[in-house]
């Protein structure tokens, strides 16, 4: 382990059992086949949960539907990006030549992606307790209140928000195809929503832009249809 990752462990507050689940999370696809997306997938679940818990506790008068506006705000990329900065994830991220040369080490939604993976890997190598623990770490200097609003919202959290409102489930979204080469890569995402009957597709540079575009594809097709 290098001395960047040695002192993102100081940061982290948790020094890795198993050294490499780091360097992977930190690992983007243009690097290395050994990269982090599976990393940041599991972590985006495991984020999910720590911050539901979090307002579960913290914000104990609140009703469903705020508590998932709070969450939207607190785990939408521009927080996420915020986070990934103070923690110094840009001085350690690995990326590929074209990457660094298009200011990938600047791109909210790589840092965001890398924060989500160093998440999911101190999960794999700590367990829930662990992960949990540094989620509140990570969230102490943010003011997290009940008047919170999602300022700017994002088709995901809009999406999110119509169905909820309307006791429907949250749509599903699954990577259909990964397309071009490792360097600038395209994601062709779904967004299926079962109750309606409703899949449409977004395509993004990465899995997350991929699942915001199939996110605004489904709000467009709902006021097309007279839903919205």
């Avoid at 990329?77 to 991220?93: M, R």
Wanted: hydrophobic share 45%; net charge neutral.
């Amino acid at each position: 382990m290098n001395a960047g990752l040695l002192a993102l462990q100081k940061r982290l507050q948790y020094q890795f059992a198993e050294p490499q689940l780091l360097t992977q999370a930190v690992t983007h696809r243009s690097y290395s086949a050994e990269q982090n997306e599976r990393l940041e997938f599991l972590g985006d679940s495991v984020l999910g949960l720590c911050v539901a818990d979090l307002l579960f506790q913290r914000l104990s008068a609140l009703p469903e539907g705020d508590l998932s506006r709070v969450r939207a705000n607190l785990v939408r990329q521009e927080t996420l990006h915020q986070l990934a900065v103070k923690l110094g994830l840009p001085d350690v991220v690995l990326l590929g030549e074209g990457e660094m040369r298009s200011g990938g080490k600047k791109r909210p939604s790589i840092l965001a992606d890398v924060l989500e993976a160093v998440i999911g890997a101190v999960y794999l190598d700590g367990g829930f307790a662990v992960a949990n623990a540094l989620v509140r770490r990570l969230y102490q200097g943010l003011e997290i209140n009940p008047a919170m609003d999602a300022i700017g919202k994002d088709a995901k959290t809009e999406l999110q928000e119509w169905l909820q409102g309307r006791r429907l489930k949250l749509p599903a979204y699954r990577v259909v195809a990964t397309l071009g080469a490792a360097h600038q890569q395209t994601f062709d995402v779904e967004c299926e929503i079962v109750e309606l009957q409703l899949t449409v597709r977004g395509i993004g540079g990465s899995r997350r832009s991929g699942e915001q575009a199939a996110a605004a594809a489904m709000l467009q097709t709902l006021k097309s249809q007279g839903k919205i």
